[in-house]
Nanobody, 125 residues
Framework: QVQLVESGGGLVQAGGSLRLSCAAS????????MGWFRQAPGKEREFVAA????????YYADSVKGRFTISRDNAKNTVYLQMNSLKPEDTAVYYC??????????????????WGQGTQVTVSS
């Protein structure tokens, strides 16, 4: 079992940057594919980015491609989301998630087994 705790959210002006972190408990973190999702008020949770178990493969939603970068440090049991050139439409609660059945990137929300509590990101115009 994996427990996930996100941090790094906050208020930033449009064009600014934030780096989100997701710390995982458990010795088997390196065997999990990881993902970031977000949910804006009144909207469904949506996929943002995913990374394979060793970090060799990544995948991004079109809306964040070229601006966001997902990475992981298995020695630190942590996955990151570097967010640059932020826009007001990026405002949402951001969640990290872990998937333990496959090692490649996973983009389908229903495939994920474990979720963090979320961290708020607010981008002002």
């Amino acid at each position: 079992q994996v427990q996930l705790v996100e941090s790094g959210g906050g208020l930033v002006q449009a064009g600014g940057s934030l780096r989100l972190s997701c710390a995982a408990s458990g010795r088997t973190f390196s065997s999990y594919a990881m993902g970031w999702f977000r949910q804006a008020p009144g909207k469904e949770r949506e996929f943002v980015a995913a990374i394979s178990w060793r970090g060799g493969s990544t995948y991004y939603a079109d809306s964040v491609k070229g601006r966001f970068t997902i990475s992981r440090d298995n020695a630190k049991n942590t996955v990151y989301l570097q967010m640059n050139s932020l826009k007001p439409e990026d405002t949402a609660v951001y969640y990290c998630a872990a998937e333990g059945s496959v090692h490649t990137v996973v983009v389908v929300i229903q495939e994920y087994d474990y979720w963090g509590q979320g961290t708020q990101v607010t981008v002002s115009s």
